[in-house]
């Protein structure tokens, strides 16, 4: 079992509206959350996961979700190039949160460290108060992550666990 199952079976009800997944990566929770939302927005930056996402998609045929190519953050800016050749010019857009204006049951954020700057880019979001998982690859990530969210009205279950790679993970499933 992964973590995103076990996590996932925390989050109840893993239902409803509309999921938010910033961070996609190859579409672990966004995959999954179109059998349970009626509308699954997944938000991937990275040129080849978000390919791999939009192929798992089509190959199922799935109606229900959008992939979005974006890099999310508390403040809208020209894109940097994501590529790492000098001949190869991949850029994405960075947007907040807020800007697309959506109305989510449930948003998972796994930003692998800008989780601080895609909650403050939310706070219009964050004020209908979907519940949310955050994942922190940090103690400062999560002290900073946790202060915010708590600032902004939430309750927090923290959840502190050592990965495969010895390394400590934390979650805040918020409510």
Not at 21 to 27: C, K, Q, T
Not at 35 to 64: C, G, K, Q, S, Y
């Amino acid at each position: 079992m992964t973590h995103e199952d076990w996590l996932r079976s925390l989050v109840s009800p893993f239902n409803g509206d509309l999921f938010i997944d910033v961070g996609a990566h190859v579409g672990t929770w966004a995959i999954r959350a179109t059998r349970t939302f009626r509308r699954v927005v997944a938000i991937e930056p990275h040129p080849v996961f978000n390919r791999i996402l939009r192929t798992t998609v089509a190959i199922n045929n799935l109606h229900n979700i959008s992939v979005v190519s974006a890099i999310l953050s508390n403040e809208s800016d020209e894109a940097p190039n994501l590529s790492k050749s000098r001949r190869t010019d991949i850029r994405v857009p960075i947007r907040t949160l807020d800007s697309f204006g959506l109305k989510p049951t449930l948003i998972k954020i796994d930003t692998e460290g800008s989780e601080l700057h895609v909650l403050q880019g939310a706070t219009q979001t964050l004020r209908r108060k979907p519940a949310m998982v955050v994942e922190t690859h940090s103690p400062e990530a999560l002290a900073t992550s946790r202060q915010f969210v708590e600032s902004q009205g939430y309750s927090i279950r923290e959840i502190r666990l050592e990965n495969r790679f010895g390394q400590i993970q934390s979650w805040l499933l918020c409510n």
